[in-house]
T-cell receptor, first 112, second 109 residues
Framework: DGGITQSPKYLFRKEGQNVTLSCEQNLNHDAMYWYRQDPGQGLRLIYY???????QKGDIAEGYSVSREKKESFPLTVTSAQKNPTAFYLCASSIAGVVPQHFGDGTRLSIL | GQQLNQSPQSMFIQEGEDVSMNCTSS?????WLWYKQDPGEGPVLLIA?????ELTSNGRLTAQFGITRKDSFLNISASIPSDVGIYFCAGQGNTPLVFGKGTRLSVIA
């Protein structure tokens, strides 16, 4: 079954710790995206990548980093510089690199 | 960044009623999308609109791309309990996709 797999489903971070969220897709999509969702808010774009080894900052990239070494993988690292990391993180992918159409089921990150 | 105004913020309706929600933008968009999100899951694409004036249906759902390219609406007819969830609009112009804050729909049986 084709789709986007995000792991883990739940993640806890200690103060000063970096954590990495995994996103893998087997849809053969060129573009991948990371969004952050806070309660009562829409989705805000963190980073996106339209091709392997290339990515661009979204609206709220500060405190986050990404890599795109393989077409099917787009991991997101939440660094200690992100002072308010508690949120629901969603990964998405698309065919043409223009419009996200498929989302994963998200990772909920909390601070210990 | 760009902002979308989505309304209403929430709505409570009786099963069987029709529902209407809309999004407006200060910017022109080339694409409008409507998604539904269930608790703890990712959004699922319901309808995509690519042309001003376009009216598209998906079962009981109907969405339109406004003629000014600055708005879109979604209608749900004869609501059922499984329609419960958060509905998001999203628009794209010359920048990456922008999302509204969502309409939380509750259906009373």
């Amino acid at each position: 079954d084709g789709g986007i797999t995000q792991s883990p489903k739940y993640l806890f971070r200690k103060e000063g710790q970096n954590v990495t969220l995994s996103c893998e897709q087997n849809l053969n999509h060129d573009a991948m995206y990371w969004y952050r969702q806070d309660p009562g808010q829409g989705l805000r774009l963190i980073y996106y990548s339209q091709i392997v080894n290339d990515f661009q900052k979204g609206d709220i990239a500060e405190g986050y980093s990404v890599s795109r070494e393989k077409k099917e993988s787009f991991p997101l690292t939440v660094t200690s510089a992100q002072k308010n990391p508690t949120a629901f993180y969603l990964c998405a992918s698309s065919i043409a690199g223009v419009v996200p159409q498929h989302f994963g089921d998200g990772t909920r990150l909390s601070i210990l | 960044g760009q902002q979308l105004n989505q309304s209403p913020q929430s709505m409570f309706i009786q099963e069987g009623e029709d529902v209407s929600m809309n999004c407006t933008s200060s910017s022109i968009f080339n694409t409008w999308l409507w998604y539904k999100q269930d608790p703890g899951e990712g959004p699922v694409l319901l309808i995509a609109l690519y042309k001003a004036g376009e009216l598209t249906s998906n079962g009981r759902l109907t969405a339109q791309f406004g003629i000014t390219r600055k708005d879109s609406f979604l209608n749900i007819s004869a609501s059922i309990p499984s329609d419960v969830g958060i509905y998001f609009c999203a628009g794209q112009g010359n920048t990456p996709l922008v999302f509204g804050k969502g309409t939380r729909l509750s259906v009373i049986a």
